[in-house]
């Protein structure tokens, strides 16, 4: 049985999904079965920044609506072995979704993948806690701003209100210059604030955001400090 990973942020703009495509493109690089489920119904973005958009057919909600089979709404990354996506709807309609129908779909997708990581909406509404039904471990991106970090916190919390015990957070987007000048929040200032298990750090590179923008993960490219980085984030939140 396949583990379930929710990718969460308290506010947009902090990297989660780019960092969901990146988790995910590494493990299924080291030999493991990877399934990517983009929750953000009518915002979805997964599919551009793997380069996939022209291959999506069916979504989530056709698969919970029981519009198609799970297979169907697979889409194989073709340049990384075992990677699949399935791609949010276009159209937030989601009224119709239960946490129930999240649980039995991610309980059927870690029957067949060793790794399922949702990611998930930012912010804390009914989309979020939706995401959240099946997991097993959160793993919650934020950026060195007082704003992302007090969001985070209270994703957190919506989280410990939900069952999910196991957390841990990523920060993105660090320019180091400006934390030595002081002008935003210092990693262990944001490590008393969130308290939860830390994974990593990830630099502000603009060929991350170059890459994803041209659907490719950043860790298609190896011998790098981005790929080295992410290897390391990557085992301290599966282990």
Known sequence: MGKVFLIASGKGGTGKSIFASNMGALLAERGSS???VDMDMGLRTLDIYMGLESRVVYNVYDVISGMCRIKQALIKDKRFENLYLMA???HRDDGEITMLHIKVLCRKLAEKFD???IDAPAG????FILSAAGADKAVIVTTPEYAAVRDAEMVDRV???AGISEKCYVINKVRPELIAGGAVP???E???ILRIPFAGIIQYDDNIHIAANNGLPIVFKKDTYIYENMEKIVDRIIE
């Not at 804390?124 to 989309?127: N, S, T, Y």
């Open 34 to 36: 990877v399934v990517l």
């Open 88 to 90: 949010a709807a276009p």
């Open 115 to 117: 790794y399922v990581i």
């Open 124 to 127: 804390i509404d009914d989309g």
């Open 159 to 161: 989280l410990t209100s």
């Open 186 to 188: 210092s990693i262990s």
């Open 190 to 192: 944001i490590d008393s």
